[in-house]
């Protein structure tokens, strides 16, 4: 996972350089505010690597443009008319699986970013980024690295509990699988990366639950993130 505000630069490193022949990154914007939308659209066509191919105000006609146009990354407000940003997330996710889908929203709710990564979203930015950590999420998500707001990952910290487990309670594996976890990987490509089988790998995953205090992936990757037992 990356933090972009702590490290607002090092994604352009991992993209190619603009203007060298590389089809730009093809952006679907879905916010129901005209203005923000409006804005988001001058920000982003200002890039030459960016192309913003269209708006939606709705979620049900964000997910209509999401499966006719098929972006490579759509921007998702949560608050949306009709269905939200989040059910738009869940099935563009299973009818358009290549899209990457990056949630701008006005709210840091645990309960919210917990549900977004659960669909497994390329990322969660508040609308209070700034315009340069806005055009670095879209470059980063388009090409695989995910990306949370500083501002939600402080939140996210501040959730630990008296006595939580600190990076010295796991083995060095378990920090392993973790770090993989964070990056978005399944238990099969954890297994794959690391040349275990997927049972071991699935026995690793239990441990780290337990040892963290948490219930699901989700939110060991939250715990690891929120404090710092993964590197950005």
């Not at 129901?32 to 191919?53: F, K, M, P, S």
């Not at 059910?87 to 899209?99: F, H, K, L, N």
């Not at 487990?165 to 399944?186: D, F, I, K, N, Y």
Request: glycine residues 10%.
């Amino acid at each position: 996972m990356t933090d972009l505000s702590a490290v607002p630069v090092p994604v352009g490193d991992l993209l190619p350089a603009a203007g060298r022949g590389s089809a730009p990154i093809r952006v679907l914007i879905v916010d129901d505010h005209a203005l923000v939308a409006e804005g988001t659209r001058q920000l982003l066509d200002a890039e030459v690597d960016l192309e913003v191919v269209g708006e939606a105000r709705t979620g049900e006609e964000g997910l209509r443009l999401i499966e006719r146009l098929r972006p490579d990354v759509a921007l998702l407000d949560v608050n949306l008319p009709g269905i939200s940003g989040l059910e738009v997330a869940r099935q563009a996710g299973t009818s358009v699986p290549t899209v990457a889908l990056l949630i701008v929203s006005a709210y840091d709710d645990y309960a919210y970013v917990s549900q977004a990564l659960d669909l497994g979203v390329g990322g969660y930015l508040l609308k209070t980024a700034t315009a340069t950590e806005l055009v670095d999420a879209v470059r980063a998500v388009a090409h695989g690295v995910f990306v949370l707001d500083k501002a939600v990952s402080l939140r996210l910290s501040r959730r630990g509990r008296p006595g939580d487990s600190g990076p010295t309670a796991l083995t060095q594996r378990e920090h392993e699988v973790l770090t993989l976890l964070s990056r978005g990987r399944s238990n099969k490509q954890v297994a794959a990366e690391l040349g275990l089988g997927l049972r071991t790998i699935e026995g690793y995953v239990s441990s780290i639950l337990a040892k963290l205090g948490v219930a699901s992936r989700t939110e060991a990757v939250l715990h690891a993130l929120g404090h710092g037992l993964v590197e950005p």
